[in-house]
């Protein structure tokens, strides 16, 4: 199968199969929503990122 002459729904669909095979069911929704492009807007990209992470004091804390 030649991936350049895939449609993109073709392209998608093995996409998840190959990250269903290597990462098992579970684990593929969480590693689409963290490999989302960007949005192209750094500010509201890296609010995304960083919203699980601790703060600055719990880091300083931890060190």
Partial sequence: ?????????????????VLTDKLGASEVTRFIRQCQPGKGNYSVDRHKLLANQPDIDTIVKRI
């Avoid at 030649?2 to 993109?8: A, G, I, P, Y």
């Fill in 1 to 17: 199968m030649n991936v350049l002459e895939m449609t993109d729904d073709e392209l998608y669909e093995m996409g998840l199969k």
